[in-house]
């Protein structure tokens, strides 16, 4: 099975910067779109960044012109940099993928799976003012 494991979350003052990253792991072939999610207690969970396999990314308007979210396909990685960070910013952070195609090797053929809509653990984001 696919796993989602994140890092690069903190503590940091208002205008200062922060990188997540998240890395899926096992057996991946490709995966169609990764991105970040955020949700602080109480509220529903937001999009923040999502970029399909192409490169394409999609933005939330509220880290427009803050923060910027890459990927590595090689290393099945995604990236948030989180520049001019405000307290509102503050949330827990989810890691998401979706459309993941596994390719396992059975004697002399190979396998394809495929997983959908899968969630990191979150990791804690805090800009204090």
């Known amino acids: 099975q696919v796993q989602l494991v994140e890092s690069g979350g903190g503590l940091v003052q208002a205008g200062g910067s922060l990188r997540l990253s998240c890395a899926a792991s096992?057996?991946?072939?490709?995966?169609?779109?990764m991105g970040w999610y955020r949700r602080a207690p109480g509220k529903q969970r937001e999009l923040v960044a999502v970029?399909?396999?192409?490169?394409?990314?999609n933005y939330a308007d509220s880290v427009k012109g803050r923060f910027i979210i890459s990927r590595d396909n090689a290393k099945n990685t995604v990236y948030l940099q989180m520049n001019s960070l405000k307290p509102e910013d503050t949330d827990v952070y989810y890691c998401?993928?979706?459309?993941?195609?596994?390719?396992?090797?059975?004697?002399?053929?190979?396998?394809?799976?495929?997983?959908?809509?899968?969630w990191g653990q979150g990791t804690q984001v805090t800009v204090s003012s």
């Open positions: 998401h993928a979706d459309q993941i195609t596994t390719k396992e090797q059975r004697a002399s053929h190979f396998i394809y799976s495929y997983e959908y809509d899968l």
């Open positions: 970029m399909t396999s192409g490169g394409m990314p």
């Open positions: 096992g057996s991946i072939f490709s995966i169609n779109s």
